[in-house]
């Protein structure tokens, strides 16, 4: 990736391969430019994220895309990530911050990442911990602080 500094904004170009290039969005002020929708962003901060300001940030992300992101957008973008466990991670991510995941939803989400198991983050990154708790619903070990529903941002 290549990267252009210019204040107030740092730009950092990252390849995507056209099978993926899904969920993006033209802006009014730069017709030329174009920005990741709500449901492509909330993918990518769970794919990659290094690139949405680390792991503690991204429970806030999800707290405020829940009223506008599409759960159907979502899923329709998943294939293009080629990813088991990315779908393991934001079945367990959607679910943990209230969005209406249909029952419908999670039997196709869990088709999707059949027979896998996954952590919720790379284990040692920063943000990770080592107070592991395993989600059998999504076959995932929930390794960060602040992801489990039981515990409530205070």
């Known amino acids: 990736s290549r990267i252009r500094e210019g204040a107030p904004v740092r730009i950092e170009y990252i390849h995507v ?3 993926n290039f899904v969920g993006y969005q033209n802006i009014s002020k730069a017709p030329n430019v174009r920005i990741a929708n709500v449901e492509r962003t909330l993918l990518d901060v769970i794919d990659r994220p290094d690139y949405s300001g680390g792991i503690s940030d991204i429970p806030e992300i999800f707290r405020r895309a829940t009223s506008r ?10 294939p293009t990530y080629h ?12 679910e943990a911050f ?12 869990q088709k999707m990442s059949k027979g896998n198991y996954a952590y919720l ?6 943000g990770t911990d080592s107070h592991s708790r395993y ?20």
Request: glycine fraction near 8%.
């Open 17 to 19: 391969n056209l099978d």
């Open 121 to 126: 983050f790379t284990a040692g990154r920063p």
């Open 135 to 154: 989600n059998s619903k999504w076959r995932l070990v929930v390794n960060a602080p602040g992801f489990a529903p039981e515990e409530k941002a205070g």
């Open 83 to 94: 990813s088991k466990s990315l779908v393991q991670r934001i079945g367990f991510m959607l």
């Open 69 to 78: 992101a599409k759960v159907d957008k979502i899923l329709e973008y998943l």
């Open 98 to 109: 209230g969005y209406q995941l249909t029952p419908e939803h999670v039997q196709e989400m």
